[in-house]
């Protein structure tokens, strides 16, 4: 009986002081949460992309807005070029677009996530790091970041 109370008091004790530190990493990684206003050197798209920690604890981001909600022939804008046909209906304005990241406290980085790229239907590694409060960077890349570019989104809200 002592035995068993030693080894519950043991358990709770190492939850007690494990939990200030799982709350810790959440809050530095919540940082990254909120809508940023994106603008692609590589293409005439605007876009406002929101970021969110899921209910897993991972970080994923949906458009939220573009600035041209139309094609030129006047027909809603469409994710046309996604390589799943059945998500080609998805409205530009909620187009999921980065997905799985975690929060590496080490590094202050979000890792080991994808971004996916409307324009040209493809996915990408992807990691995510601030350079100042308000700018956020993002490292798309095939196989090593060294193979990628980056972008930077500026959090507006």
Same mark, same amino acid.
């Given at each position: 009986?002592?035995?068993?109370?030693?080894? /519950?008091?043991?358990? /709770?004790?190492?939850l007690i002081t494990a939990l200030p530190k799982l709350d810790a990493q959440t809050t530095a990684g919540d940082k990254i949460v909120g809508t940023?206003?994106?603008?692609?050197?590589?293409?005439? !798209? !605007?876009?406002?992309?929101?970021?969110?920690?899921?209910?897993?604890?991972?970080?994923?981001?949906?458009?939220?807005?573009?600035?041209?909600?139309?094609?030129?022939?006047?027909?809603?804008?469409?994710? /046309? $070029?996604?390589?799943?046909?059945?998500?080609?209906?998805?409205?530009?304005?909620?187009?999921?677009?980065?997905?799985?990241?975690?929060?590496? +406290?080490?590094?202050? !980085?979000?890792?080991?996530? !994808? /971004?996916?790229?409307?324009?040209?239907?493809?996915?990408?590694?992807?990691?995510?790091?601030?350079?100042?409060?308000?700018?956020?960077?993002?490292?798309?890349?095939?196989?090593?970041? +060294?193979?990628?570019?980056?972008?930077?989104? $500026?959090?507006?809200?």
């Open positions: 009986m002592k035995k068993r109370i030693f080894y /519950i008091s043991l358990i /709770i004790s190492v940023y206003y994106v603008k692609d050197d590589q293409s005439p !798209e !605007e876009a406002k992309i929101r970021i969110y920690r899921t209910t897993s604890g991972h970080y994923a981001g949906k458009t939220v807005w573009v600035k041209n909600p139309k094609f030129s022939d006047g027909t809603p804008k469409r994710d /046309i $070029k996604n390589p799943d046909p059945a998500k080609r209906n998805t409205p530009a304005d909620q187009i999921p677009m980065l997905f799985h990241f975690k929060y590496d +406290a080490s590094k202050k !980085e979000w890792v080991d996530g !994808e /971004i996916y790229d409307p324009v040209h239907g493809k996915y990408y590694k992807c990691k995510m790091w601030f350079s100042d409060d308000k700018t956020l960077n993002l490292r798309g890349y095939i196989g090593i970041p +060294a193979f990628g570019r980056t972008m930077k989104w $500026k959090k507006v809200g």
